[in-house]
Every structure is written in C-alpha cells, then in structure tokens.
C-alpha cells in the first residue's frame, strides 16, 4: 500500500466516521450533505507536500575549506566514490558556521583543527 493510498483508505473511513453522527431525512439536504462530504471533500482538504528550505544544497566541502570552514585533509575526506566533493546542505552550512572550536581546539584531532573561525555569508 502506497502513502497515497493509506491516505485515501483513512479519509474514507473519517468520512463514514462523522456521517455515523448524523441521519438527513430530507432528500435535497441529504444530497447537499452528501455533496460536501464526498464530492467536495469539505471535511478534509488535499494533503500538503513541503519541502524545508533546510534542506537546500548549499556548499560543497570542497568551497567550505576553501573558505577557511573546512581544512583541505577534512574535505578531501568527504568525497564520493567517484571522488566528487560531497554537497551539503543549508542546515549543516549552516552547523559547521556556528561552530567555534577555539576552546577545545587542543581536544580535536589535527585533522579537524581549525586555525581561524570564518563566518559563511
């Protein structure tokens, strides 16, 4: 079953939930009812799909540690099998930017020791 489909299946089991609740003895009521319930879907409007602005590619590792965010040894890590610079995206742009290791900087490996904080625009 598909997302699409649960979707469906409990919308439907929803609208014979609250039709439950109520009996229209009148005809051109009951087919106003009826109307609005099934065919207009009053009761539960299309599902919203969004995408966070997060999740934006940003950078590549390659341009943060030519920034100054990353080494060059720490970008050279991160590739892809084929040797590519991984792309991040705006949310972990955005961690490596707030970080400031200068005091624990002793603490870290030398490989991701940072000599300079660099702010990314």
């Not at 109520?22 to 009761?43: C, G, H, I, S």
């Not at 943060?64 to 590519?84: D, K, S, W």
Request: glycine share 2%; with cysteine.
């Amino acid at each position: 079953m598909s997302i699409f489909d649960l979707h469906s299946e409990v919308l439907a089991d929803y609208r014979d939930f609250v039709q439950a609740f109520f009996t229209v003895t009148d005809q051109r009521a009951r087919e106003f009812v009826e109307t609005a319930l099934v065919q207009e879907r009053r009761l539960w409007p299309d599902f919203l799909l969004q995408v966070s602005p997060s999740y934006v590619r940003s950078a590549t590792v390659d341009e943060l540690a030519g920034r100054g965010v990353l080494l060059e040894q720490t970008a050279q890590i991160f590739r892809t099998p084929a040797g590519q610079p991984f792309h991040l995206y705006q949310h972990q742009v955005e961690a490596l930017a707030s970080l400031n290791f200068a005091h624990c900087n002793d603490l870290l490996p030398s490989f991701i020791r940072r000599k300079r904080v660099v702010s990314i625009p």
